[in-house]
Every structure is written in C-alpha cells, then in structure tokens.
C-alpha cells in the first residue's frame, strides 16, 4: 500500500484481494455486520451515503469511499469521517485508522485508534489519537441510531 499526501492509496492488487461492495445499504449492512464480528460497536462507524467498501480478510484492512465529508454527533461526542476511511480492524480493536477525527471541546484529533475493553462498570470504547490523547465512552454511545447528522 502506498501513501500519498498522507492519505493511503488502494492499489489494485489490495482491491484484487478484497471483498468490495457498491451502494450505501449493502456498504453499511457488512460494514456493521463486521464490527459486530469483531466486538465492536456496530454503529460506531455506520455513516450514511456510503459509495464503496471494501475488506481484505488475510489482513483485516478494510475501506469506505464516501460521497463526501461527514460529521456525525453521538450523545456529547462529535466525529468527522475524511471522503475515505482505512483502518485495519481486529477483534475489538481498529488500529492505523485514517480519514477519522473525534472533537474534544473546541479542538478536533485525528484519531489512530479504536478499542473496546472490559471494566466492571460495562465496556468501554476508547478513542486514541496520535499525540497520545484518548477519550473513552460506555459502549452504548454507539449503538445503531444513537448519532445524529450534523
């Protein structure tokens, strides 16, 4: 996988290997339905107008080719979704995230990881960006139909 302007570019042997599908409804359904898989919040990045995604199971990199831009409100948290997302995903984890920003009070952070641990309280999502901030939310923060369009 090659970088341009910091944003990874999907090569055709990468596309070649990959599982992808066209169309918002059926995007969202298998996006969802593999966080889910893996532990995840299903709803923590099923965004709407969905163009393409794509997910290549040997490595468990997966992409979403959005019609443009998108941010989106969950409870007291606000999250901004680049035209495309890459991340690599793993069970309760999403790790090497691009395209993704979360706001915590005026500043945006461009965030490299998603997480999901147990605690006594119930479980956690955290959200790690790269100067080593995190921010963690009760999982059902994110359930489906949860967020808001902003």
């Not at 680049?82 to 952070?109: C, H, M, Q, R």
């Not at 965030?111 to 956690?124: A, F, K, M, Q, W």
Request: aromatic share 12%; with cysteine.
């Amino acid at each position: 996988m090659q970088k341009a302007g910091g944003k990874r570019l999907l090569t055709e042997e990468l596309r070649s290997k990959a599982e992808v599908y066209h169309g918002d409804k059926v995007c969202r359904e298998k996006f969802c339905l593999l966080l889910e898989e893996r532990g995840l919040p299903e709803g923590l990045l099923c965004i709407e107008n969905i163009e393409e995604c794509g997910y290549v199971k040997e490595i468990g990199f997966v992409w979403l080719k959005l019609e443009k831009k998108k941010e989106q409100r969950f409870d007291n948290i606000d999250v901004c979704y680049d035209s495309v997302v890459t991340a690599y995903v793993e069970p309760n984890k999403i790790k090497n995230l691009t395209g993704v920003k979360a706001k915590d009070f005026l500043v945006w952070f461009t965030l490299n990881e998603i997480s999901v641990r147990t605690t006594p309280e119930g479980p956690l999502v955290t959200f790690k960006s790269f100067v080593g901030l995190s921010m963690s939310f009760p999982f059902s923060f994110f359930k489906p139909g949860k967020s808001t369009t902003l």
